[in-house]
T-cell receptor, first 113, second 112 residues
Framework: DTAVSQTPKYLVTQMGNDKSIKCEQN?????MYWYKQDSKKFLKIMFS???????INETVPNRFSPKSPDKAHLNLHINSLELGDSAVYFC????????????FGEGSRLTVL | SQKIEQNSEALNIQEGKTATLTCNYT??????LQWYRQDPGRGPVFLLL?????KEKRKERLKVTFDTTLKQSLFHITASQPADSATYLC???????????FGQGTTLQVKP
């Protein structure tokens, strides 16, 4: 059973389009995250939710909107895609806010043409 | 601003030797430090966590040290194997938000 699963794994789209990436965790964790890994391999946090409540909202364009319908799901919607949005987006979860260890999904590679 | 530095150059070692990876940080006082392994096309996998009041942590062939004075962590893999070849990321955390700041990673290549 996959602990943190995200779909789709690959996404190729045109500039200006709107796309969503879905994430689900079956670990019973309270906290979920979205990280972005750019071409230089830096992993940067974008958002985190704890029990459906937004905790971290880094300096991310308003075009990015996370949604957590329940604590097992955290989706990422991106409006008006730009070339610079091309990256690998990782979903992750942790037991709680103070527990440290993150469990990552396999990533969703977004390519904007 | 907060900065984490890992050796950007790949580390190549011979099988059986000890690999030592470095993580330095500035303008930060982390409560804990973590190491992750990332294989190509995969998500990072947690390896070890060490807290600010701990000097050293071990897990099987892995050892992590944490020097808050030097602002440095060393990650050792003893008796390295080709299967240890991967990119290793260090990450710093503090506070109560669960936020981790990651270094860019060091790629380790273990040759048979």
């Amino acid at each position: 059973d996959t602990a943190v699963s995200q779909t789709p794994k690959y996404l190729v789209t045109q500039m200006g389009n709107d796309k969503s990436i879905k994430c689900e965790q079956n670990l019973g964790h309270d906290t979920m995250y979205w990280y972005k890994q750019d071409s230089k391999k830096f992993l940067k946090i974008m958002f985190s939710y704890n029990n459906k409540e937004l905790i971290i909202n880094e300096t991310v364009p308003n075009r990015f909107s996370p949604k957590s319908p329940d604590k097992a799901h955290l989706n990422l919607h991106i409006n008006s895609l730009e070339l610079g949005d091309s990256a690998v987006y990782f979903c992750a979860s942790s037991l709680g806010l103070h527990t440290g260890e993150l469990f990552f999904g396999e990533g969703s590679r977004l390519t904007v043409l | 601003s907060q900065k984490i530095e890992q050796n950007s150059e790949a580390l190549n070692i011979q099988e059986g030797k000890t690999a030592t990876l470095t993580c330095n940080y500035t303008n930060y006082s982390p409560a804990y430090l973590q190491w992750y392994r990332q294989d190509p096309g995969r998500g990072p996998v947690f390896l070890l966590l060490i807290r600010e009041n701990e000097k050293e942590k071990r897990k099987e062939r892995l050892k992590v040290t944490f020097d808050t004075t030097l602002k440095q962590s060393l990650f050792h893999i003893t008796a390295s194997q080709p299967a240890d070849s991967a990119t290793y990321l260090c990450a710093l955390g503090s506070g109560n938000t669960g936020k981790l700041i990651f270094g860019q990673g060091t790629t380790l290549q273990v040759k048979p």
